[in-house]
Structure formats: structure tokens, C-alpha cells
């Protein structure tokens, strides 16, 4: 079976442009889960969402991003306008009951 | 509220000796345990979970841990370190069955030692 699979593995952007970040989770899952990875903050949980619902947004870190999870096959994360500071590694991941979590190999950002 | 302390940013050891991957945490609910192992450029992969079942649960590739309560710690243990262990791992708790707000540790990585 095909793991959860991200879009696109790099990205290298200005700041100010809009990065668009692309998730299919594995089919049957019905959590989603996106998080951040960097040096200094390790591995932050940004939101996650149930049956294509938001339930935690949490730790979304300002209104420059948002998550959309349209159906059940498919989330994004948008950062819009983009900084530097946002260069980080993008998770998602997805689940079902019984608690593992599974990522994918994650989106590499890098805003100059 | 969850929370996970990992001891020990790098961990170093020669190849053949024991590895032990120290994390402490912190539940206000009986928890769920888990590591999981990044290699550079990838993603996280599930190692092994403590879900309240046996208290010594068994991985991948060797590995296992043991959930103690009275010491607030899941400790990863591996018998005889392999150059193919390099990597960082992460020890992540959660609030049990139908929570599924993970808190991740800072990460662990592992250097052998040939």
C-alpha cells in the first residue's frame, strides 16, 4: 500500500510568495496531521483534522497559514505571505484508530 | 496536559554495545508510547508503542522498551548497536485511546561507532 505521500518534496521561494503544500493521506485513515520540524523547535504539531474536519489548530504559529482538508484524500497547508523563518521541514501524517501515525517523507521549504 | 523529555540530544556508541535512548514523560492519563526512528532526508517511522498491554513492548530492527509508571519513563534499548542504527529518534506520548494530539520529544541521534 502507498504510504502518505507529500508535495512537493523541495521548495525553495522569495518571501512573500505563496507556498501551497500538498498531502494524500493512506486511504482508510481518518486523522490527518500536519507538523513543522526544525532545528531549534523540533517536531511541532500544526493542526489536525478528523473525517476532513479541523479539530486542533492550536499550534498553527499565525494567520499566514491556514489547512484545508476538502476531502478525504487530500489536505493542504498554505503559508501566504511566506518569511524566512518558515524554512522548515513539512509533515503530514495520518491515522485511523488505534493510534499509530504514519508520515510522509516530508516537504523541504526553504524561504530566502 | 502530555509532555516528553528526552535525555540526551547525541548518543554515541561502538558498534556491537548497547544502545539506551532515554525519555521521561509526563501524562495526567495513562498514556500511549511510542518511538519512532528518522534516517536523514526521510520521515518518521513507527519503531514500537506501548498501548497499556505488556509493559516490555518489542520493535523493528531489534529495538524494545519498557514502560515503567512508577518512573515515568519508556526507555529504548537495543542489545548490540549496528551501523545501520545511526539516526534520530523520537519518543512521543499521547493521551491514550481517542486522543490523538501527540507531543514529540526534541529527538535523540545516534551515532555508531565502528
Known amino acids: 500500500d502507498a504510504g502518505v505521500i507529500q508535495s512537493p518534496r523541495h521548495e525553495v521561494t522569495e518571501m512573500g510568495q505563496e507556498v501551497t503544500l500538498r498531502c494524500k493521506p493512506i486511504?482508510?485513515?481518518?486523522?490527518l496531521f500536519w507538523y513543522r520540524q526544525t532545528m531549534m523547535r523540533g517536531l511541532e504539531l500544526l493542526i489536525y483534522?478528523?473525517?476532513?474536519?479541523?479539530?486542533?489548530d492550536s499550534g498553527m504559529p499565525e494567520d499566514r497559514f491556514s489547512a484545508k482538508m476538502p476531502n478525504a484524500s487530500f489536505s493542504t497547508l498554505k503559508i501566504q505571505p511566506s518569511e524566512p523563518r518558515d524554512s522548515a521541514v513539512y509533515f503530514c501524517?495520518?491515522?485511523?484508530?488505534?493510534?499509530?501515525?504514519?508520515f510522509g517523507e516530508g516537504s523541504w521549504l526553504t524561504v530566502v | 496536559a502530555q509532555s516528553v523529555t528526552q535525555l540526551g540530544s547525541h548518543v554515541s556508541v561502538s558498534e556491537g554495545a548497547l544502545v539506551l535512548l532515554r525519555c521521561n514523560y509526563s501524562?495526567?492519563?495513562?498514556?500511549?508510547l511510542f518511538w519512532y526512528v528518522q534516517y536523514p532526508n526521510q520521515g518518521l517511522q513507527l519503531l514500537l508503542k506501548?498501548?497499556?498491554?505488556?509493559?516490555l513492548v518489542k520493535g523493528i530492527n531489534g529495538f524494545e522498551a519498557e514502560f515503567k509508571k512508577s518512573e515515568t519513563s519508556f526507555h529504548l534499548t537495543k542489545p548490540s548497536a549496528h551501523m545501520s542504527d545511526a539516526a534520530e529518534y523520537f519518543c512521543?506520548?499521547?493521551?491514550?485511546?481517542?486522543?490523538?494530539?501527540?507531543?514529540f520529544g526534541t529527538g535523540t541521534r545516534l551515532k555508531v561507532l565502528a
Open positions: 512521543a506520548v499521547s493521551g491514550g485511546s481517542g486522543t490523538y494530539k501527540y507531543i
Open positions: 483534522f478528523n473525517n476532513n474536519v479541523p479539530i486542533d
Open positions: 501524517a495520518s491515522s485511523s484508530i488505534g493510534n499509530t501515525i504514519y
Open positions: 506501548y498501548t497499556s498491554a505488556a509493559t
Open positions: 501524562s495526567s492519563v495513562p498514556p500511549y
Open positions: 486511504s482508510g485513515h481518518d486523522y
